[in-house]
DNA sequence: AGAGCATATCAAAACGTTTTGAAATCTTGA
DNA sequence: TCAAGATTTCAAAACGTTTTGATATGCTCT
């Protein structure tokens, strides 16, 4: 089958050097801007591509970085995982690098990034969804291995990382609630073992205490992001069985407030006069706040944007760009709907109690 | 940073050429036991681990494989390709071969493996969600490019494959159904777009005029697969209002049949007693049909089932094997479960009409 | 005309492997 | 003991690039 052109060919055919040939086609200044034309005419009218491998074996490097998803039991991180996907694989191809992806099925969480750095065919690696003292980020430190981290909230580390200030996240959805009179708000939280959601959590608690109000364990919960768990849990706390009732809710995400926002519904509460409902909303198109009804009060940032971000973070960093300069902490856009309002007059909800 | 050791390192420390060191390493026969062993120790002492693009070079391969997934507004694709994705790398993996991931944002289907061809890092690709007459197919082949194709009824065709049968899915839930009375049999199928689901519609067609069973246009609904989809599509065939109503129902997944059986509580329609329902399964973890209720009676072919066949037909073929032999279609298992049972007495559906 | 310098090109080394063809060593059989 | 053969090893080429160090060519200034 067609072999390849190669550089050898263009040289022969236009008598000159293979390393003037391919200086001419790397853009280097020394080489005349005659010859330059002649051999890009060449190249291009001999369907000239570079042998990526060739390439790779002088520069030292594979041009792949890989990515290691989780296999939960429950799948959860499908919903996000399309969208980053598809960004990452956009982003990195526009920098001529291409993504390996394994699935780990394994307990522990190095074995995996052991394997693919084992066959050594990629350059570094896309961490995803960060634990506190990611086993992980140690093991490929300890190694030398060029990574960057999606989803970061602690700021004083040597790796880059894109992500968002989740501590932000929670005390900008408490500053707007209590500025509007609550002060029984409840989080429905994220599972904490991720950083994400442990962030959220202290950035809710100590925003709480700045504004003086108290938070009963009852006001918290933490679990997988569904919309069953927002319905549970919100059908708990608003049955009022453990004290006075929250009079807004801060959900993890929109399928959070799917499910609270359909529990509320069928405990005849109105949202907002009844209930506020903020939530955290990574844009995914699926589940579209806007959409909802009430249209969410949210705090967004859409996953999107992180994707070139981090494409563009590890590749320079690859290539030898220091990691302080690769960290960015976004913060979340505050954008109010209809799902919040002022808390209601008796500061007790007013539907009776069940 | 610490630099690989080599094959040169290793024969140096042994006073071997390098040949011989790469010869001991890669079983040839001719190598002295005793160098053998002395070889593959310092091997191991000295952390070898082979450089791949140095061996990708010479021998032309690459070790990978691509697999370009279409980015569909809807994203259906989710549920099942976690799940494939998770097998096939652990299939390519038991071989040594990693998965190159990209996701195609493009109305031109061939333009993202002709994206990855240009970057010429894969030796062949995982073709999912074939079409009839794929140009993705007549794309690869025309550039001798290696595939398989995941999901494939047509059999005289001269790539490798893996798919199940889906004339006989539908013939056999038509065979076993209409074994039970039914002569008015309804297909919710998957978009025809597709080739499974026009294979599922040509076979059901076939078997039903085999059968010697009419099937009214309104019996026939293709769409992608949901459960709001099953749950309308069931509801406006169980309205009645165009003709008698079918007493059996053949879905094309698990998530239609979930429509489905809502559609029939909502009616308070019984299943069975009132209407069987048949459906495909996939076997994803997280729509177990026998978790329904009542428990589905489907044609079962796991999903995962196809990927170690289809990983190693891939490879199989990179390394020269003829396309015949790496040809799989198997049939599904038909499980009977408690949502069929005999058509109702009077043939027509003993409910009130709406 | 020759030194000095910039410009443009080249040949060769390097990357780390596999593979080829030849050479060295050992074994066997007469 | 010698030729023939088998066994084991080796040096070198090859893969297609990039990069290094050297060389050729032209120009400017004395």
Known sequence: MGQMTTLKDISAELGLSVATVSRALNGFPEV??????????????????????????????????????????????????????????AALAARDVDLVLAVDQHADPTVAYERMLERNVVDGFILNAPVPDDARVAFLQERAIPFVVHGQTATEVDYPFYGIDNRAVSADAVGFLTALG??????????????????????FRDAMAEAGCP?????????????????????????GRAGPR????????????????????DLSLSVPADLSVVAHDDALPQLRAIAFDPALTVTRSPLRDACKPLADALIDHIGGAPAKGLQTLVRAELIVRNSTAPVPDTGVSRWPST
């Open 215 to 239: 938070v009963p364990d009852a006001f918290i919960s933490t679990e997988r992001p569904s919309e069953s768990y927002g319905y549970t849990a919100a059908l708990a706390m608003l049955s």
């Open 182 to 203: 609550h002060r029984r708000v409840a989080l429905l939280n994220g599972d904490v073992r991720w950083s994400y959601a442990a962030d959220r959590l202290s950035g």
């Open 246 to 265: 929250p009079t807004a809710m801060i959900c993890g995400s929109t399928l959070i407030a799917a499910g609270v926002l359909q529990a509320a519904r």
């Open 32 to 89: 005349n801007a005659r010859t330059r034309d002649r051999v890009t005419d060449a190249a291009k009218r001999l369907g000239y591509r570079p042998n990526r491998v060739a390439q790779r074996l002088v520069t030292g490097r594979s041009g792949m970085v890989g990515m290691i998803v989780k296999l939960k039991a429950d799948m959860t991180a499908d919903q996000t995982f399309f969208d980053v996907i598809t960004g990452l694989t």
